[in-house]
């Protein structure tokens, strides 16, 4: 997936002071309906479809509503929201209620919740998800997305209290927050799945770490922390020097060495991490050169299934 500057951007202008919640979305990314804010009350879903109804919670205050539609092929619902939910709960918001299609409601929840009209916003019922979410000032914001075919579609409520402003707007750049979802590491891991840790280097037949500062380790550390229910599997590879077993085997000490650098040296929690090692198998360019087996003496991230 590719992320550019483009951005959601909400800014909460209360009586005293102004803050700012900013969203970074794929490039390619266009606002194409919008209802500006105003004296409203928003039912959230606070849980699945059941009983005939959807339970809600009333949120009194004004409400904005936004729709952004992507055009990217390699996009997908789950790192699409993925992405958007870390960077809420940064900005002070806690999940309420978060579910996909079956586990929504299908037919029933989409039909019974607030939803912009077509051709704007488009909810394949195979392939949505929903999340709720509120802060401690009571302020509510659910984000409904979907996709088809290469178009994915967003869809943000958003409730202000009464003597506050919500209004939506491009920037770019946005504010940095702790984790930013424009660093190229962060890009690839959310949008393919994986991730290579390019400072991340080894000697040949070395399982050592080559230094201890490592912006990779630092970006991938802040990604877990904030998202703890997120679980990767570090996987080490090597060039195809020595025996398929014995570099199985140095490729998983490599790959320990950085679940190692991250539960101590960046405070990530040891059962978010797990190591495994593919030795010479999968190789990334010729072993023919110097070049090509130092580039083939790697470790990469891969994001697991929540």
Not at 15 to 40: E, I, K, M, R
Not at 158 to 178: G, L, M, R, W
Not at 250 to 261: I, K, L, P
Request: proline share 4%.
């Amino acid at each position: 997936m590719k992320f550019g500057s483009v951005f959601l951007s909400f800014a909460l202008c209360a009586a005293t002071q102004a803050t700012a919640l900013d969203l970074a979305v794929p490039a390619g990314a266009n606002l194409v309906y919008s209802v500006p804010a105003q004296a409203d009350n928003y039912k959230m879903p606070v849980g699945p479809f059941a009983d005939g109804a959807i339970p809600t919670k009333t949120v009194d205050g004004q409400v904005s509503l936004q729709v952004w539609q992507v055009i990217n092929r390699d996009l997908t619902t789950r790192s699409l929201l993925d992405m958007l939910k870390a960077q809420i709960a940064l900005q002070g918001f806690e999940t309420v209620f978060t579910c996909t299609t079956l586990e929504c409601g299908g037919f029933d929840f989409r039909f019974k919740t607030r939803v912009a009209p077509g051709p704007e916003m488009y909810v394949n019922l195979r392939d949505f998800r929903f999340v709720s979410t509120q802060n401690d000032d009571g302020e509510a914001l659910s984000l409904l997305v979907s996709r088809q075919d290469e178009h994915g579609f967003v869809q943000l409520i958003h409730v202000a209290s009464d003597d506050a402003q919500s209004t939506v707007e491009t920037t770019a750049p946005a504010p940095t927050v702790a984790v930013s979802y424009a660093r190229p590491l962060l890009k690839e891991l959310v949008g393919t799945g994986h991730a290579l840790l390019s400072d991340v280097t080894f000697e040949s037949g070395k399982t050592q770490l080559a230094s201890t500062d490592h912006e990779s380790l630092k970006t991938l550390a802040e990604y877990l922390q904030q998202n703890p229910t997120r679980k990767i599997l570090l996987v080490g590879h090597t060039d195809a020097t020595g025996s398929l077993d014995g570099n199985i085997a140095v490729s998983r000490s490599r790959a320990q060495s950085v679940r190692t650098a991250l539960v101590q040296e960046y405070g990530v929690a040891g059962a978010q991490v797990d190591a495994q090692g593919a030795g010479y198998l999968s190789p990334v360019a010729s072993n023919d050169t110097e070049d090509g087996r130092t580039a083939n003496r790697r470790v990469e991230a891969v994001l697991l299934p929540e």
